[in-house]
């Protein structure tokens, strides 16, 4: 149930301007990393490998070998059963720009540079914002019960 409120809240805090404007074709990826940074990565960690919540779908080879199809199809429907909610408000473009992202974290994608810089969001996260004390990265850090 809490993870479902939580998923639910970010949906609504993300996807605003989504459904207007899913992002141009030439940057399927940047749109998907967006969307997965908002709207997956509270359960699936912003590296798409898992943690207390939900599994590692960067690493995993059952995931990895799911056709672009497939994995667009889980994101629009969700699966029955699991923690796993549907996310039809993305859209066919949203869902795909998701899938597109999610194999650029599997390895397989290409990714221009992010910007930001990664040292000092690593020296914030674990240091003076104190995120760390709640918050996991790659296994790293703390999570709220």
Do not use: W
Not at 2 to 7: K, R, S, T
Not at 86 to 96: E, P
């Amino acid at each position: 149930m809490v993870i479902a409120v939580g998923c639910a809240g970010s949906l609504v805090a993300a996807t605003g301007s989504m459904a207007n404007n899913p992002g141009s074709e030439s940057e399927p990826i940047a749109s998907g990393h967006k969307i997965f940074a908002s709207m997956c990565a509270s359960c699936h960690g912003l590296d798409g490998k898992g943690g207390e919540r939900a599994p590692d779908i960067a690493r995993a080879p059952a995931i990895q070998r799911l056709s672009d199809e497939r994995l667009k199809r889980v994101v629009e429907e969700g699966v029955p059963g699991t923690g796993m909610p549907a996310f039809h408000v993305l859209g066919s473009s949203g869902a795909k720009a998701v899938v597109r992202y999610l194999r650029v974290l599997q390895g397989r994608g290409r990714l221009s540079a992010l910007p930001g810089d990664a040292a000092r969001g690593r020296a914030l996260f674990f240091g003076s914002a104190g995120c760390s004390g709640c918050h996991m990265v790659a296994g790293a850090g703390g999570f709220i019960a």
